[in-house]
C-alpha cells in the first residue's frame, strides 16, 4: 500500500472535490452471487432470485444492468458493467445481459466467498483496464423506484471516492424492520451526509425499533462507492488474505472475450467475508487510515429480502392484494399470491398471507413469518430434497430440461435446444437413455455414429456410450428424454468436449 493511498483515505471529507481537477469514470459493479433462500420456492441455489422477474417484465439482475442508463452528470459512466456472478449462474447471467444489450464483463467466482473477495476482483479487473476508476457497487437483486433520486446520491458520493474515502448509500428508514443491517450515524459532514460510527447486523425486533425511534440509523443499502485503488488499499491493510488469493488468482485468471476466470485453487485460499465485516466495521477506528461516510438515499429502495418486501414494493389492489400469474382473490385482504407454474391459484377469505406456487413446491406463510423460510430452506438441505437447489425446469447454455415424471429407476425430460445450440459430447456410467423427437430437427452423435431424426422418429442410447445431442435447425429442438438405470443423478455426466467449457 503506497504511502499516496494512505494520505487520499485520510482526506478531508468535509471539503470533498474542492480542489479536486480529475473526473475519473464511473464503472457500475453488479454482486450476482447470493441464493436468495428467503424468496424460495421461486429463487433456488441454482437459479436464484437474481434471474427471476420477481417485480415487472425484467428479471432483478437486467434492471440493475440498466441502473445507470441516464446519468447525468459532470463523471463519465463506463458503458460496460462488471459483473461478479459464481460460475453456476455464468450462463443466465450472460444470456440475460445480451437479452437486453448489454455487453458485461463478467468475472466468475470459482466458488462463492462472500462480498469483499468479489469486489476486489471487480476492482482488479478495472485496474487491469489502465484506469483508477470509481466503483458504483450495486447488489444484483434490489429494487430502486426513484432512479433520478438514486443518480443524485450516487453523484455526491462520487466526490468523496475521488477525494479517497468510500462512501456507502444509506436508506433512512420508515418503518421498523429486522430484514435490514443498520448503519449508526457520526456526526455530519455537510448537505445530510454523515460519517459512519458503526455498522449494525440485522438486529432483533424490539432493537430495530429502537434504532427507528432514536432516528440515528439508517437502513444499511449494501451500495458502495470507491475508487478501485483505494478499495484495494483497505483490503490489502484489513484483510490482507483476501487481498493476496484475489490478487494471485487474478493473476491466474482465464480470459476471454465473454468473462474472466480467477484460478480456482489461489481463489480457494481467501476466507469468506463480506464488505461490511472485512473493512465498512472497521471505518472509523484510530489505527484505520482510512475515512467513511454514509450519504442518504431516499429512492424507494428495498432490497427485496423477504416476500413480505415483494408485497410491499407492488402495486395492489383495493384490498391490498398483490398478485403475478394467474391469480383470483375472492374476499381477500393484504395477500400476496405468485402463480409460478402456469395453474390458477385462487385466495378465498385470505389475510396477510404469502402464497406462492411453482412446478413442484407449494409455500403458504403468514406474512409476519416470511424471515423464517431461510430455516425451512435449511431444513429441505438437511433432508436432501431437490426442491432447495433447482426447479424442475432447469436452464442451461444450450436451452433448458424439465423434469415431468420420475419413479425408481427411471426418469422423464422435455428437452429443448436452441437453434445452433449443442449438448457436450458425454457418457454416462448408471443410465440409458431414449430419445423421441418431438419438433425440430436433432443431429445425434452416437459412438462412431452420427445421424439426423426428424419428428416422430427416435433413437436409443446405451449406457457407457458417448452420445451428443445438436440443433442444426433454425427453431427449437423439442425431445422427450427417457432414462432409465440404477442412478439418474446429474453428476452422473462425463463430458469429453463441450463449447461451453464445462470440461472438468
Same mark, same amino acid.
Given at each position: 500500500?503506497?504511502?499516496?493511498? @494512505? ?18 469514470? +464511473? ?35 437486467? &434492471?440493475?444492468?440498466?441502473?445507470? =442508463? ?17 460460475? *453456476? ?12 444489450? !448489454?455487453? &458485461? ?19 482488479? $479487473? ?8 470509481? @466503483? ?12 433520478? =433520486? ?16 468510500? $462512501? ?35 438486529? &432483533? ?32 491493510? +484489513? ?28 481463489? +480457494? ?29 431516499? $429512492? ?12 410491499? =414494493? ?15 382473490? *375472492? ?5 400476496? =399470491? ?16 404469502? !402464497? ?19 430455516? @425451512? ?12 437447489? $433447482? ?63 426428424? *419428428? ?49
Amino acid at each position: 500500500m503506497s504511502k499516496a493511498t @494512505l494520505v487520499a483515505g485520510e482526506a478531508d471529507i468535509s471539503s470533498y472535490g474542492s480542489a479536486q481537477v480529475d473526473y475519473p469514470p +464511473l464503472v457500475q459493479v453488479i454482486l450476482a452471487g447470493g441464493s436468495g433462500t428467503r424468496l424460495w420456492p421461486v429463487s433456488r441455489e441454482q437459479f436464484p432470485k437474481q434471474l427471476i422477474d420477481v417485480i415487472g417484465n425484467q428479471t432483478l439482475l437486467q &434492471a440493475t444492468m440498466g441502473r445507470m =442508463a441516464g446519468f447525468n452528470s459532470t463523471w463519465d459512466v463506463a458503458a460496460d458493467p462488471v459483473v461478479v456472478c459464481g460460475a *453456476e449462474h455464468y450462463f443466465a447471467t450472460y444470456e440475460q445481459a445480451r437479452e437486453i444489450g !448489454v455487453n &458485461a464483463r463478467i468475472v466468475v467466482e470459482p466458488a462463492r466467498r462472500d462480498t469483499a473477495p468479489a469486489l476486489t476482483l471487480a476492482a482488479l $479487473a478495472t485496474c487491469a483496464d489502465g484506469q483508477d476508476a470509481i @466503483l458504483v457497487v450495486m447488489p444484483a437483486d434490489h429494487v430502486i423506484a426513484d432512479l433520478n =433520486a438514486l443518480h443524485h446520491a450516487i453523484d455526491i458520493a462520487a466526490r468523496y471516492a475521488q477525494s479517497g474515502s468510500i $462512501a456507502t448509500l444509506g436508506v433512512p428508514p420508515d418503518h421498523v424492520d429486522t430484514g435490514f443491517g443498520y448503519i449508526r450515524l457520526g456526526s455530519e459532514v455537510q448537505g445530510g451526509v454523515r460519517r459512519i460510527e458503526r455498522f449494525v447486523e440485522k438486529p &432483533a425486533t424490539e432493537l430495530a425499533a429502537q434504532y427507528v425511534e432514536s432516528g440515528q440509523y439508517w437502513w444499511n443499502s449494501g451500495m458502495f462507492v470507491v475508487r478501485s485503488s483505494v478499495w484495494l488499499a483497505m483490503i490489502e491493510r +484489513l484483510a490482507p488474505q483476501i487481498h493476496a488469493a484475489c490478487v494471485q488468482a487474478y493473476g491466474g485468471a482465464r480470459k476471454t472475450d465473454e468473462c474472466v476466470v480467477p484460478d480456482a485453487p489461489e481463489f +480457494l485460499r481467501s476466507p469468506s467475508d463480506s464488505i461490511d465485516y472485512a473493512v465498512m466495521e472497521q471505518i472509523g477506528k484510530p489505527d484505520v487510515p482510512f475515512a467513511g461516510v454514509v450519504v442518504p438515499l431516499v $429512492a424507494g429502495w428495498s432490497d427485496l429480502g423477504s416476500w413480505d418486501a415483494v408485497w410491499q =414494493a407492488m402495486e395492489k389492489d383495493e384490498c391490498g392484494n398483490a398478485s403475478n400469474g394467474r391469480v383470483l382473490f *375472492e374476499g381477500a385482504t393484504a395477500t400476496y =399470491a405468485r402463480s409460478q407454474g402456469g395453474r390458477l391459484l385462487a385466495c378465498v377469505g385470505t389475510s396477510n398471507l404469502i !402464497v406462492i406456487e411453482t412446478d413442484d413446491a407449494v409455500l403458504v406463510a403468514d406474512r409476519s413469518h416470511v424471515q423464517d423460510i431461510k430455516g @425451512l430452506v435449511s431444513r429441505i438441505k438437511r433432508e436432501k430434497s431437490p426442491e432447495a437447489d $433447482a426447479h424442475r425446469k432447469v436452464r442451461r447454455p444450450w436451452g433448458f430440461y424439465d423434469s415431468i415424471d420420475h419413479g425408481d429407476r427411471f426418469q422423464v425430460k422435455r428437452i429443448v435446444v436452441m437453434p445452433g445450440a449443442r449438448l457436450s459430447l458425454q457418457m454416462h456410467h448408471h443410465r440409458a437413455e431414449h430419445w423421441v423427437v418431438v419438433s425440430g430437427t436433432a443431429l445425434v452423435t452416437r459412438g462412431e455414429d452420427q445421424f439426423l431424426l426428424g *419428428e416422430n422418429e427416435s433413437t436409443y442410447i446405451p449406457l457407457g456410450i458417448r452420445h451428443r445431442l445438436e440443433n442444426p435447425g433454425r427453431v427449437p429442438l423439442q425431445i422427450i428424454e427417457v432414462q432409465s438405470g440404477t442412478y439418474l443423478g446429474e453428476d452422473d455426466i462425463v463430458r469429453f468436449d463441450d463449447k461451453y467449457g464445462r470440461c472438468g
